[in-house]
Each structure stands twice: as structure tokens, then as C-alpha cells.
């Protein structure tokens, strides 16, 4: 589909990047990537909420959060999850980024390891561990386009996305990478998702930071209603420019960055729906008039999850029943059903809880034709809305999926 986030990605000073091909799981295809992140800078990130979070998740929630090291180094490995792994897929991932933290003579806690791919295989320690002298001399300012390549598994195409903003006549840039394409619905960032910015934020706003932009952007996309293993999105904020720390949420600069990084996760949160595994349609779900944004977001995760409602938008069939049957399922408390309106790319299709009188098949079928859709769910009950993003299920979805270990 059209419209993915892959532009000039502009360089972070404090941040440099190198992508190779180690072997991990396809041999000469890209598969390791090295971030290498300015001393003294600050890092900050969010992971998966899965109860099998993967082993370098649980390495690397660790390091980030309870030793106080700032990290130096972010390894990223594709083709094998290291999940499912137990306390040999900790070893193998403690004994890959050693072998980094050799190499660049920092503490081992100062390396976070990112895994993603196939769940339950070892991970090749020997393989990844061989490939990191490669790595280090690949190391280039330049490298974010590289490393969007790098990190993909079924993905068919790299999400990059820059923004500048400027403050007081200072410039400043956010440059983000990310992959994912199936096994998407976050709850909490996205599979995996880099951040860099040049400016310099104490730690507990750069967190603040991150946590609001996530909610708006990955925290509200789904392909298929499944919480990977291995979900990671990491912020830096280099400090490169110079400039005082931002210490208060009132400055200017801050409220820019925040509005800069939202920005950059909104459009890479699209940008991986528009490649979502097997996907025809990028389908915009607006839940308005509810009491409060939780249960708008019921709604909107309810059609967005229904297999019936995603195989009817690949066949751009109109079947407006099934969104009914989906809000009428969403657990909304003393939902008014004759109160619900139902637009499909502002055609009004139910009005009042059954057809609309204005309603035709030949506007349905108008409607489902474009590859964007908006599906408009009025609630007509309370100020609150909510808006999700997702994609069709189509035979390529299944056919991904079902060939994803072949």
C-alpha cells in the first residue's frame, strides 16, 4: 500500500549506526545492527507486557531500569526471538553483548540486547558473537537507513521517519526506525522501535516523553490482536546540541520534542500497518460519544479484531452487520444500541442502531473500494473518543503465517 514512513533520515549527532549480515538465520541477508549512543547520554524505554517476554527483554529491562548504568550500546538481532529460551536464552544473550562490551571496553550492563524472529530456537551466540568486529566498523553516523533494512523479519519494507523543530532559533532533530508486520497489537510500543533526539531531557520527563507519544501512536495499532514476545521501543536524547537539560514539562523545548516525537510515532505506527502481513486495506477505526476513551477503545479493538469484519473488508464487501455485532459485543456498559450511528468513509450505513434510510449496496460497495478506510462509530452518549488503526485479513495473512518457519 501507499503512503509508508520512509524518508531522508536525518543523522542524531551522539548516535551512530552499523548493519550487517551475521548468518542468524538467512545467509547474506542483513541481520545485526549495532547502535552506538554518545557517553552521557540518556536512555529511556518500554517493552512488551507478554508474561513470555523474551530473554532480551528481561536483560534489558534490567540493565536500563536497576543497574544505573546509561547504556553506550544497542545490539539488534532479526531472524531468531530468543523467546521461549529460558536461562539459556539469558546466557546467550549476556554472552552477546559481552562480546560487544569486550570490544568497546565499556561495562557489559551498559549493552541492551533486541531480539526478534522465530520463537523457541537457541539463539546462535557463536554466530552473532563472530559478526560484531564487522558491526563496530560499519558504525556510521549515517546509518539509520541501513539499520531500518536490518531489523525487519516478515516486514517487505523499512519504516524511517525524521522531523526537525526548532526553538528560540536552535534546530533539533527526532529520526526513528521500526519494524513489525504480523504478531501486532503492542501494548506498550511496537515490535521493535528506535529513537534518537539531539537534545538533553532528565530522564523522568525523556520517560514522560516516550510514554505520551506511545500512547497515541503504537499503543494504538493492531493487525491481528497478538502481544509479541519481544516488543521494545527505546528513546535517546543525546545532549549533542549543547543546550541547558530540559527540566520542566512548561519549557518550550519541551513541549516542541514532544510534539516533534509524537509526530515521528504516529507516522511509523501507520507505516507499519500500511505493511502489515498480507494487508490490502489500512482501515481507520473513530470511536466518538462514548463516556470515557476505555470504552471507545473497546469498541474500536473489538471491530478491529474481528475476523468477520477484517475478511469483509479484504472482500470490500459492505457487511455492515458485523460491525454492529462487534460494538454490541464490546462489553460497553448499558449501551443504547438505538443511539448508534455507523459511517464507512462518511457514508452513513446505520443510523439509529439499524439501515440508514439513505443507505444503498452501491454506496457500501464505494465505500470499501479505496485501500483507506474510515470506519466512523458515533456511540452518541457521552464527550470521549478514541481512534485505532488495523488492517484486512487476507489470504496472504494466513499464507505468511502459516510458511512463517519454512
Not at 53 to 70: D, F, H, M, W, Y
Not at 238 to 250: L, M, S
Not at 289 to 301: F, I, P, S
Not at 340 to 369: C, H, K, P, W
Request: proline share 4%; with cysteine; net charge negative.
Amino acid at each position: 500500500m501507499e503512503g509508508d514512513a520512509i524518508d531522508e533520515l536525518l543523522a542524531v549527532p551522539g548516535v551512530r549506526l552499523g548493519t550487517v549480515s551475521a548468518g542468524v538465520k538467512t545467509p547474506g541477508r542483513k541481520d545485526l545492527v549495532l547502535l552506538e549512543i554518545a557517553d552521557g547520554a540518556t536512555c529511556v524505554g518500554v517493552f512488551t507486557q507478554n508474561a513470555f517476554c523474551a530473554a532480551p527483554v528481561t536483560v534489558a529491562k534490567q540493565r536500563l531500569n536497576e543497574t544505573g548504568i546509561s547504556p553506550r550500546y544497542l545490539l539488534v538481532n532479526t531472524g531468531n526471538a530468543n523467546a521461549g529460551t529460558g536461562e539459556a536464552g539469558i546466557e546467550a544473550a549476556t554472552a552477546c553483548t559481552a562480546a560487544v562490551a569486550d570490544r568497546a571496553r565499556v561495562l557489559p550492563a551498559a549493552v541492551l540486547p533486541f531480539s526478534t524472529g522465530v520463537i523457541g530456537e537457541p539463539l546462535p551466540v557463536e554466530t552473532i558473537c563472530s559478526a560484531i568486529p564487522q558491526v563496530f566498523e560499519a558504525l556510521s553516523e549515517n546509518g539509520w537507513a541501513e539499520a531500518a533494512q536490518g531489523i525487519l523479519t516478515t516486514d517487505t519494507r523499512p519504516k524511517g521517519v525524521s522531523r526537525t523543530f526548532s526553538v528560540n532559533g536552535e534546530k533539533f532533530v527526532v529520526t526513528g526506525i521500526a519494524k513489525g508486520a504480523g504478531m501486532i497489537r503492542p501494548n506498550m510500543a511496537t515490535m521493535l522501535a528506535f529513537l534518537a533526539t539531539d537534545v538533553v531531557v532528565e530522564r523522568h520527563l525523556l520517560q514522560d516523553l516516550l510514554a505520551q507519544a506511545v500512547a497515541m501512536s503504537f499503543n494504538r495499532i493492531t493487525v491481528d490482536g497478538d502481544t509479541s514476545t519481544n516488543d521494545a521501543c527505546v528513546l535517546v536524547a543525546t545532549g549533542e546540541t549543547g543546550t541547558p537539560t530540559i527540566g520542566d514539562p512548561e519549557e518550550p523545548q519541551y513541549c516542541a520534542l514532544r510534539d516533534a516525537l509524537c509526530e515521528v510515532c504516529v507516522a511509523l505506527a501507520q507505516a507499519l500497518i500500511r505493511d502489515g502481513e498480507g494487508a490490502s486495506k489500512f482501515v481507520t477505526i473513530d470511536v466518538n460519544g462514548g463516556y470515557g476513551e476505555q470504552e471507545c477503545l473497546d469498541v474500536a479493538y473489538t471491530i478491529a479484531h474481528s475476523p468477520l469484519v477484517k475478511t469483509a473488508l479484504f472482500a470490500a464487501d459492505p457487511n455492515w452487520g458485523r460491525l454492529l455485532a462487534a460494538i454490541g459485543r464490546a462489553g460497553v456498559p448499558e449501551l443504547d444500541v438505538d443511539r448508534v450511528d455507523v459511517f464507512i468513509n462518511n457514508i452513513l450505513i446505520a443510523q439509529g442502531g439499524s439501515r440508514a434510510a439513505t443507505y444503498t449496496e452501491e454506496l457500501g460497495e464505494a465505500a470499501m473500494a479505496p485501500q483507506d478506510i474510515t470506519i466512523r462509530i458515533e456511540l452518541n452518549r457521552g464527550e470521549s473518543g478514541a481512534t485505532v488503526w488495523t488492517t484486512d485479513f487476507s489470504y496472504d495473512y494466513v499464507r505468511i503465517n502459516a510458511e512463517y518457519r519454512t
